[in-house]
């Protein structure tokens, strides 16, 4: 059985950056898409970011571009999200997934599986 295991979450002020690590295990990813999905409180689910696991094909949301970097560790199985200038509005559990494809879908519904979450907050 695959796991997620999330780490690096933790409070940041505004304009500050934190990096979100994301430790795959349990079975082979190298034809997988993994990503980043977060959920402010009192909000759905969004899309964040996601790769592909061997094609390097990327997806980001509008609102990180630019300031989000997805990237990816073959040999550790580990994805990592890069946050630089964060904002308020970013204050959320992030989520790390993955999926049986290798295509990085922006749908929560395509994602097969899910990591327990960690938080991020920003402050003023």
């Known amino acids: 059985q695959a796991q997620l295991v999330e780490s690096g979450g933790g409070l940041v002020q505004a304009g500050g950056s934190l990096r979100l690590s994301c430790a795959a295990s349990?079975?082979?990813?190298?034809?997988?898409?993994m990503g980043w999905f977060r959920q402010a409180p009192g909000k759905e689910r969004e899309f964040v970011a996601a790769l592909s696991w061997s094609l390097g094909n990327s997806a980001y949301t509008d609102s990180v571009k630019g300031r989000f970097t997805i990237s990816r560790d073959n040999a550790k199985n580990t994805v990592f999200l890069q946050m630089n200038s964060l904002k308020l509005e970013d204050t959320a559990v992030y989520y790390c997934?993955?999926?049986?494809?290798?295509?990085?879908?922006?749908?929560?519904?395509?994602?097969?599986?899910w990591g327990q979450g960690t938080q991020v907050t920003v402050s003023s």
């Open positions: 349990g079975r082979t990813f190298g034809s997988y898409a």
């Open positions: 997934v993955a999926r049986r494809n290798n295509w990085p879908s922006r749908r929560p519904g395509d994602y097969d599986y």
